[in-house]
């Protein structure tokens, strides 16, 4: 087995090291998941073990995911971006660069990071004169969330953000949540506002299996 060692310069070693890990084509018998001829059975789901009920994907999400949909091939294109453009929150993280041997950095093909990863979800609002970003946007119209999105990243499809958007409104318990509680905080003389977070394990897991479906 190969080993990752990390004080070893490999943009300044002199040798390529190819492996073949076969293709994707092993499936648990419990859980139906791929693995790798290489990794162990079990790793999915502990030989069924864990078990997860069946995930809610969206209708609206089927035809972009199997290329039955005109929107389709530039959704898979891009879909990092299409995803990151429905983030609740942003991600920061203290990133480990590869360094060469002056200290200076080098292109870095993967991601590492080193201790805790956190998301940041900011204020509900954003501050006055500045645009909505991550979970603000969710509290404007459907049209200008479509109008904030598109000006986030250049060269995406216009249609695939309109019918994201859409999506998400309709279907996402967190966002139905969030925005009736802003509607609340509108709507009513509340001048000692206090959140509370009272973990919700129902619709966590949902969440995190939608997220799973929406970004492979």
């Known amino acids: 087995m190969l080993k990752y060692l990390a004080a070893l310069h490999y943009s300044s070693t002199a040798f390529v090291c190819v492996t073949n890990v ?24 502990n030989n069924g073990k864990v078990q997860l009920p069946t995930p809610f994907l969206p209708i609206e999400m089927i035809p972009l995911l199997n290329g039955e949909s005109p929107l389709s091939a530039p959704y ?4 990092q971006q299409y995803n990151n453009l429905l983030n609740f ?5 203290n990133q480990q660069f ?5 200290g200076r950095r080098q292109w870095t093909p993967g991601f590492k990071v080193l201790g805790q990863i956190y ?3 900011g204020p509900l609002f954003p501050s006055s004169g500045q645009p909505a970003a991550h979970l603000q946007i969710y509290f404007l119209s459907e049209d ?19 019918h994201n958007t ?9 966002v139905r949540e969030f925005k009736s509680a802003v509607t609340t905080i509108r709507t009513s003389d509340i001048s000692n506002l206090k959140v509370k977070i009272n973990i919700n ?12 479906y929406h970004i492979l």
């Open 89 to 93: 929150t942003s991600f920061a993280a």
């Open 22 to 45: 076969g293709s994707l084509s092993i499936e648990c018998t419990h859980c139906k998941a791929l693995r790798f001829p290489g990794e162990r059975p079990g790793m999915c789901c």
């Open 119 to 121: 998301h940041r979800i």
């Open 201 to 212: 394990y129902t619709l966590t897991l949902y969440l995190l299996i939608f997220i799973f």
């Open 76 to 79: 898979l294109k891009n879909i």
């Open 98 to 102: 590869i360094t060469d041997r002056n």
């Open 166 to 174: 859409a999506m998400m409104n309709s279907h996402n318990p967190y």
């Open 144 to 162: 200008e969330q479509f109008e904030r999105r598109t000006s986030i990243f250049e060269g995406l499809n216009a249609d695939v953000i309109r």
